[in-house]
């Protein structure tokens, strides 16, 4: 089955405490994107990544970084979290970047930080 | 810069039909997305427009006037399953490589 698999889908952690949030799909996607979710503001691009080696900043980027060596995964890693990173996370592929290709999004990531 | 604007929130009878509206000023563009979400769930993608006028998806309608800045989703023959969050999302190629601009998104409730 065609999927984007996120890891872990809840988590509660304190500030401070470096985590990590992975990001699998299996559809031999170019195009990677994480992107978090908060109540009156939408959906807002964390980073993305157009292939392998290759990411870029999306609209909030600060207090993340990701990395993609493999096709398949795109790892989101805070550092060191804050409260204010409290959030629904999604990561997203598709097929390339192209315009038309529209966005498989995983579960999500429910991450509050205490 | 760059601006979506959706309602935030509709109500609507089963049975009946809803249009949506998402109204846009963006630098750039290159198509637009309408996702559904339900709550606590994943978008899952249900339309594209990048030309002017009407798409038709089974109950699922978009429409797009690229010299207006404007789009609407119309949903027909609405079903209680129906009841979710509705985002309209831009692509804006003088954003980035290939950003996808999201809408606040406008929460549906269908009741009987």
């Known amino acids: 089955e065609a999927q984007v698999t996120q890891n872990p889908r809840y988590l509660i952690t304190v500030t401070g405490k470096k985590l990590t949030v992975t990001c699998s799909q299996n559809?031999?996607?170019?195009?990677m994107s994480w992107y978090r979710q908060d109540p009156g503001l939408g959906l807002r691009q964390i980073y993305y990544?157009?292939?392998?080696?290759?990411?870029d900043k999306g609209d909030v980027p600060e207090g993340y970084k990701v990395s993609r060596k493999e096709k398949r995964n795109f790892p989101l890693i805070l550092e060191s979290p804050s409260p204010n990173q409290t959030s629904l996370y999604f990561c997203?592929?598709?097929?390339?970047?192209?315009?038309?290709?529209?966005?498989?999004f995983g579960d999500g990531t429910r991450l509050s930080i205490l | 810069g760059q601006n979506i604007d959706q309602p935030t929130e509709m109500t609507a009878t089963e049975g009946a039909i809803v249009q949506i509206n998402c109204t846009y000023q963006?630098?750039?563009?290159?198509?637009l997305f309408w996702y559904q979400q339900h709550a606590g769930e994943a978008p899952t993608f249900l339309s594209y427009?990048?030309?002017?006028g009407l798409e038709e998806k089974g109950r699922f309608s978009s429409f797009l006037s690229r010299s207006k800045g404007y789009s609407y989703l119309l949903l027909k023959e609405l079903q209680m399953k129906d009841s979710a969050s509705y985002l309209c999302?831009?692509?804006?190629?003088?954003?980035?490589?290939?950003?996808?601009?999201f809408g606040k998104g406008t929460r549906l409730s269908v009741i009987a």
């Open positions: 997203a592929s598709s097929q390339t970047g192209g315009a038309s290709q529209p966005q498989h």
């Open positions: 559809m031999n996607h170019e195009y």
């Open positions: 990544s157009m292939n392998v080696e290759a990411t």
């Open positions: 963006t630098s750039g563009f290159n198509g």
């Open positions: 427009n990048v030309l002017d």
């Open positions: 999302a831009v692509r804006d190629p003088n954003s980035g490589n290939t950003p996808l601009v």
